[in-house]
Nanobody
Framework: QVRLEESGGGAVQAGESLKLSCVVS????????MAWYHHRRPEQQRRAVA????????NYANSVRGRFTISRDDDKNMVFLQMGSLQPEDTGIYYC???????????????WGLGTQVTVSS
């Protein structure tokens, strides 16, 4: 079983920064593409805001491009989201998603963490 755990969320003022971290663990796995999703309101769907391939290629949603930076450390099985110039509309729960080979299950699967709350006040 592949497990993900996010950390680094918190309450900040508009214009400030946060760095989210996500650690991937499991008995036998290989992570490929990784992404961060934003869930702004319970009635809305999660949407991807940043993703990074196994080769290190990155892409961003227009709403965060230039403000957020995604990175990964494969030696530590971690993915990060550096968030800058935060705005109230960035408030919500941020989830880490990893597309990983689960050696125990014998197939690739999308794995999710439980999320970390980010609250930005004006």
């Amino acid at each position: 079983q592949v497990r993900l755990e996010e950390s680094g969320g918190g309450a900040v003022q508009a214009g400030e920064s946060l760095k989210l971290s996500c650690v991937v663990s499991g008995r036998s796995f290989r992570a490929t593409d990784m992404a961060w999703y934003h869930h702004r309101r319970p009635e809305q769907q999660r949407r991807a805001v940043a993703w990074i391939t196994v080769d290190g290629e990155t892409n961003y949603a227009n709403s965060v491009r230039g403000r957020f930076t995604i990175s990964r450390d494969d030696d530590k099985n971690m993915v990060f989201l550096q968030m800058g110039s935060l705005q109230p509309e960035d408030t919500g729960i941020y989830y880490c998603k990893v597309h990983a080979w689960d050696g125990d299950a014998g197939h690739y699967e999308d794995c999710w963490g439980l999320g970390t709350q980010v609250t930005v006040s004006s």
